[in-house]
């Protein structure tokens, strides 16, 4: 069991405050720009966790991202982390089902319901969320943010920072390339290049 600071004090924190706790960690509060959840105290900041290590064991990084700028948010978070040389937990949901020769890395987030396949690499600020399918053999690398439901098929290779958005479909053996979005419900089949957004067609008005 250990002391954890979570950042980030809003929605996605209450899942991963959730996790945290099934697998027996102590919350001690939370660094954020605003604390939303009044139940833990508020340590200010995340600079302020530079000073106050005496406080907690680990850091875990709750904030979610739903597109780009989310997204640079959470790199700037880990490099910060990095830069101090600040540790960081993954925090694995006990309801998620991990394979053979797996391998996880620092500050992963991992929520209930997950299914990671054998032999698949998730690199250090990864979060995967409620649902998501892993297939074999994937690599994903530093933060990389896969919403609920997405399914990666096996040998997928996602680089870094790369946002994939709910329920979407990744076929096997592509790679997606660094800084890309993959919007909601998109069906992935072939090599996506870096700094790239990718939409299915929305659903329309048919009938009011
Ligand atoms: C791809 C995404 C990041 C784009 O967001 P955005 O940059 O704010 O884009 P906008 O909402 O301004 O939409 C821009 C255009 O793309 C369309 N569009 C946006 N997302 C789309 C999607 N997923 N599929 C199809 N079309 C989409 C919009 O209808 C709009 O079209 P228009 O200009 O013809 O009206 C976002 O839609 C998305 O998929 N986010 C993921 C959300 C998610 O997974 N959340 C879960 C968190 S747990």
Do not use: W
């Not at 098929?153 to 053996?173: L, S, Y």
């Amino acid at each position: 069991m250990a002391k954890i600071a979570i950042i980030g004090g809003g929605g996605f924190a209450k899942e991963v405050i959730e996790v945290a706790k099934m697998q027996g960690h102590d919350i001690v509060g939370i660094f954020a720009l605003e604390n939303s959840l009044k139940e833990y105290p508020y340590l200010g900041y995340l600079e302020e966790a530079v000073t106050k290590q005496d406080e907690y064991d680990y850091l875990h990084i709750a904030i979610g991202a739903v597109n780009a700028k989310g997204m640079q948010n959470r790199k700037k978070i880990l490099e910060f982390i990095k830069e101090n040389n600040l540790p960081l937990i993954s925090l694995i949901s006990p309801k998620a089902d991990i394979g053979e020769g797996v391998k996880i890395g620092d500050g992963v987030y991992i929520g209930h319901r997950v299914i990671v396949s054998c032999d698949s690499v998730i690199s250090d600020g990864v979060l995967i969320n409620q649902g998501a399918v892993i297939g074999h053999d994937c690599k994903i690398a530093e933060n990389v943010s896969i919403a609920p439901l997405v399914f990666l098929g096996g040998n997928v290779a996602v680089e870094k920072d790369v946002m994939i958005g709910v329920r979407a479909t990744i076929r096997q053996g592509v790679r997606i390339g660094h800084n890309s979005i993959v919007g909601m419900g998109s069906i992935v089949i072939k090599n996506i290049l870096p700094n790239s957004t990718t939409l299915q067609m929305p659903s329309k008005i048919y009938r009011q």
